[in-house]
């Protein structure tokens, strides 16, 4: 692939993160409300952890294993969050995951964020299905898929292990043909 390009919405910039992000990440992802609904972030965010993250990215893209994007507020510029897609390329569908920073919970960027990556798969990388997966509890995860027209397919009992403990998840999916569809509409 080539240059891993930069997505505007009407208040957000979606870039590639930068090492200087680190603190930023290590901040934000750190909370404990946001580790809690989430499968791979560790909690205590250790120092390196973010580092260590953000150095995949480039070789993870360049692979077309995975496309990952700070999310960043136009207008301050500051990094609230990330998303990301996690590609198989074999099957052209890709799994979406995202975190929003607690103080910036409920005012739709997740929403935004996500309509955004979610062309780019269909548009740019061709994608035939984008999925996602939410643990049960997580309301404000599976109303964001719910916003952006995935469709709820069930939920995977045990699907994955939290601290230990099996849980179940939702999954939501959207296709091509339905993405196509509704903006023919
Ligand atoms: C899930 C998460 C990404 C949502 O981000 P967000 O930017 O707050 O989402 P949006 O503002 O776009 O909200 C979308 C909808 O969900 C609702 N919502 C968001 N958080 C909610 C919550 N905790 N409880 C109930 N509804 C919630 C919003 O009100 C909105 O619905 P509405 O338009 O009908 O009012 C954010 O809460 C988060 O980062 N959580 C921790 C990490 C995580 O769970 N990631 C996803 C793993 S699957």
């Known amino acids: 692939m080539g240059k891993q390009p930069i997505i505007e919405t009407e208040r957000l910039i979606l870039r590639p ?8 990440v290590q901040e934000l992802s750190g909370d404990s409300k946001v580790a ?5 972030i560790p909690h205590p965010y250790e120092d390196g952890i973010a580092e260590s993250w953000i150095s995949t990215h480039k070789h993870n893209f360049n692979s077309g294993k995975s496309i990952t994007y700070a999310i960043v507020i136009k207008d301050t510029k500051e990094v609230i969050g990330a998303i990301g897609l996690t590609i198989s390329k074999i099957h052209r569908k890709a799994e979406l995951g995202y975190w929003i920073g607690v103080p910036y919970w409920k005012n739709g960027y997740c929403t935004e964020a996500s309509q955004a990556i979610i062309e780019f798969g269909f548009k740019e990388l061709n994608l035939n299905r984008i999925y996602a997966r939410a643990m049960d509890s997580n309301i404000g995860s599976w109303r964001v898929m719910e916003k952006v027209g995935m469709k709820y397919e069930g939920t995977r009992r045990q699907d994955a292990i939290k601290n230990g403990v ?9 296709l091509r043909e339905e ?3 509704c903006r023919a509409d």
């Open 17 to 24: 993160f930068e090492l200087s992000d680190s603190k930023r």
């Open 36 to 40: 809690e609904t989430t499968l791979n």
């Open 179 to 181: 993405f196509y569809r």
């Open 166 to 174: 099996p849980v179940d998840l939702k999954s939501y999916a959207i």
